[in-house]
């Protein structure tokens, strides 16, 4: 018994020595990898490459936080949905299947509406760095982002 409380003494005496790390840190030395101008020259840079064009967010990845569009619109409809002609850290992959009638034709899934006429072919849009599947892309080209992360643009 005396043994078992040896070592919970041994235990609460060492965590009472336990030092946190902000009392570590020297807050008097200025960051080694700080730059004070950054955050003007990414604003710069977005600006860009938007072309001056203004945008309703500023999508990323929802796994991996990576970007995937600087210029894009809100859908008025689904608020959480967003569509875009440009698109970055995007792969397009395989079509997908919708419901209703289809067609296959040259790798894409064709939707043909009640009167047999083609709608739209969607193939699937994931992200360059992590294959999260983020949305479709239209036969048009236009990106409709739909699991995405919007931030402020």
Known sequence: MNG???DEESSSHVLEQIVSDDEEID???KPEFYDPKL???NELWAYKQRRGRTSDAV???PACFTTLCLDCQRHEK???QYRAV????CKIKDAISQAGSKRKRGGKISVTDADGNDDEAFK???CSVCSTEVGVIDDDEV???LSVIPSES
């Open 59 to 61: 999508l990323s990845c």
């Open 86 to 89: 440009f698109a970055v850290n």
């Open 39 to 41: 955050d003007d020259r």
């Open 78 to 80: 689904y608020v959480t």
């Open 27 to 29: 807050y008097s030395v």
């Open 4 to 6: 078992g409380s040896v």
């Open 143 to 145: 990106y409709h982002f």
């Open 124 to 126: 699937r849009v994931c």
